[in-house]
């Protein structure tokens, strides 16, 4: 009866990825927590809550879910408004986890009503401005806890006290702090079987116990399994119903991207397809319960997912084991935990900061077209020093009138625009007929149509992924793509990484100004695509793939 539901083989590969991944999400968790504001305790309990449910419910077979970078910088966000309002985070507590579990609601209607397909349409500027910013928002906030002094909660406040990392910093916390990012870039260096996360969580920590350093700590975090917290929702006042909705909407619209974009890594890493819909219910719920538990909401978690994939995941058992394990830690080691010293957990936070900036993004900005890179910059800079909700909203609005006013000029210019751009590879046209008919097994060729801009990359790359495996070769034909933004770019460049790694030679033909001179900007020509497989007439190309087919 059980191997209908389960095939018995992955119990193994399942257990041993889950309880890595629970390894790796567990100094993690209590890292976020402690940067919510909430406690480290609030960060377990998030971990446990989504990391269990989401993997029971979502659609993702081999997710570990948990709380991530830009999620905790919106809750932080969340309990410095709540505290500000009340008075105290005991007193704005009711506040923060009806914003939660709003949150997860909204992410459950999101998989209801299929939103998931409309999230592929957020451009690559915004997200990779808003992601950039998340980053430097914990390298920020990190930096006063890792001298061993309490942080202020925004990034101006912080800079505006900047002097005070001379004069009031705690040595000892510094020179652990500093040990522990070592120890993180080192160890890997010596083995990868032992996240290095762990490892310099507790080589930090033991060294602070035994050599007695005055340095502030986590402090009590309690045992035994969580209690409810949601009783006193119905009291909230409602002049702080407008900030809930807010808020709430952020961790729907944010939880879901950071959760889709792991869920495509993980099909990537598996070769398998997720069910989007089904993975926004997943982790919606998750978050729910994680709000009705006391703890932060989370996401699908990249480093957790692609550990437990490695360590032999396969069905979603090994999300649920992960959770678990930290269900386990929860009720065992406890007591423990009270030892680690805060600098220890931002000297984790602070690399992980700098790994969500988008430095890919930020290398090439005099490289892309101007729009986006003002784009990604204003989205960089509000999100960093201003409110991430504003950011979000600024940056699609500002994208959207940007890309309508190009397809406008360029449509004054007298070129073709299709409403959607379009491939369409199963129509030659009429000087591919003869080509086609003998080598169709071999080479595939994909007609680009309009303008290459970001409502449009996902589709790109699903297309893209539907080749033959005998497939030898791919013609992208560009004859009529007259722009390509930032996010065509980097769905062109990842395309064309992924089918080189393939072992398929992809050749460019009849690129107009504008493209080209982006893709010799970012160096895709010459260093993915070199400028023998460039050319200017689809005759050429097959005259090339003829004598190369040839030889094979």
Same mark, same amino acid.
């Given at each position: ?35 919510? /504001? ?12 989504? /990391? ?16 991530? &970078? ?55 500027? =915004?997200?990779?401005?808003?992601? #950039? ?37 705690? +040595? ?26 762990? $490892? ?18 986590? /402090? ?13 929702? !119905?009291?909230?006042? #409602?002049?702080?119903? #407008? ?10 619209? +944010? &939880? ?67 959770? !678990? ?7 065992? +080691? ?12 931002? &000297? ?27 784009? !990604?910059? +204003? ?34 210019? /007298? ?16 000087? %591919?007929?003869?080509?086609? %008919?003998?080598?169709?097994?071999? =080479? ?61 030679? $992809?050749?460019?033909?009849? !690129? ?16 993915? =695509? ?23």
């Amino acid at each position: 009866m059980l191997s209908r539901f389960y095939n018995i083989k992955n119990l193994k590969g399942d257990f041993t990825g889950g309880l890595v991944a629970g390894v790796v999400a567990l100094p993690l968790a209590l890292a976020f927590g402690v940067q919510s /504001g909430m406690g480290a305790t609030a960060g377990l309990y998030g971990a446990i809550a989504v /990391g269990i449910f989401a993997a029971l419910f979502g659609g993702t077979e081999t997710q570990a879910s948990g709380p991530t &970078g830009p999620m905790t910088v919106v809750s932080a966000t969340l309990v410095a408004a709540a505290i500000e309002m009340s008075g105290s985070l005991e007193n704005g507590l009711s506040i923060i986890l009806a914003a939660f579990l709003l949150g997860g609601l909204f992410q459950v209607i999101f998989g209801f009503l299929n939103i998931a397909s409309y999230v592929k349409y957020f451009p690559y500027p =915004v997200v990779s401005g808003f992601m #950039s910013g998340v980053g430097l928002i914990i390298v920020i906030l990190q930096l006063f806890p890792f001298a061993g002094l309490d942080s202020a909660k925004s990034t101006v406040k912080v800079i505006q006290q900047f002097p005070r990392l001379f004069t009031e910093g705690n +040595l000892n916390a510094l020179l652990l702090g500093a040990a522990t990012i070592v120890i993180y870039f080192i160890f890997p260096k010596i083995t990868k079987a032992i996240p290095s996360a762990l $490892v310099a969580l507790i080589a930090a920590t033991l060294i602070a116990y035994f050599l007695k350093l005055d340095v502030p700590l986590i /402090g009590e975090i309690p045992s035994g399994l969580p209690s409810f917290q949601l009783g006193g929702i !119905l009291e909230i006042d #409602s002049s702080a119903y #407008s900030t809930i909705l807010e808020y709430g909407v952020v961790f729907a619209v +944010l &939880g879901s991207i950071d959760s889709l974009l792991t869920s495509v890594i993980a099909d990537n890493m598996t070769k398998t397809k997720h069910n989007s819909n089904r993975e926004l219910i997943g982790q919606g719920i998750g978050n729910m319960l994680a709000a009705a538990i006391g703890g932060i909401p989370g996401a699908g978690a990249t480093k957790g997912t692609v550990v437990n994939i490695n360590a032999g995941g396969k069905t979603r058992l090994s999300g649920i084991f992960h959770g !678990l394990f930290l269900l386990a830690v929860l009720l065992g +080691l406890g007591q423990l935990a009270a030892h680690i010293p805060l600098c220890v957990l931002a &000297g984790l936070l602070i690399p992980i900061g700098f790994k969500i900036v988008d430095f890919k993004g930020l290398k090439h900005l005099i490289k892309v077209p101007r729009a986006d890179a003002v784009v !990604l910059v +204003l989205v960089l800079l509000i999100t960093t020093f201003g409110s991430l909700i504003q950011a979000v909203g600024i940056g699609v609005a500002l994208a959207c009138l940007l890309f309508m006013k190009k397809s406008g000029d360029i449509s004054e210019q /007298g070129l073709e625009v299709g409403a959607v751009a379009d491939i369409d590879g199963d129509k030659p046209w009429q000087d %591919e007929t003869e080509f086609y %008919e003998n080598y169709k097994d071999k =080479v595939i060729i994909k007609h680009l149509y309009g303008a290459l801009f970001f409502g449009f990359t996902s589709y790109f790359k699903d297309q893209i992924k539907e080749l033959p495996d005998q497939v030898k070769a791919v013609i992208l034909r560009m004859d009529r793509v007259p722009y390509m933004d930032q996010s065509g770019l980097y769905a062109l460049e990842d395309i064309i990484f992924d089918l080189n790694q393939e072992g398929i030679e $992809v050749l460019l033909v009849g !690129l107009k100004e504008q493209p080209k001179d982006m893709l010799e900007a970012v160096d895709i020509i010459p260093d993915l =695509v070199p400028e023998d497989d460039v050319f200017e007439h689809i005759e050429d190309a097959f005259v090339y793939l003829k004598e190369k087919l040839k030889k094979k």
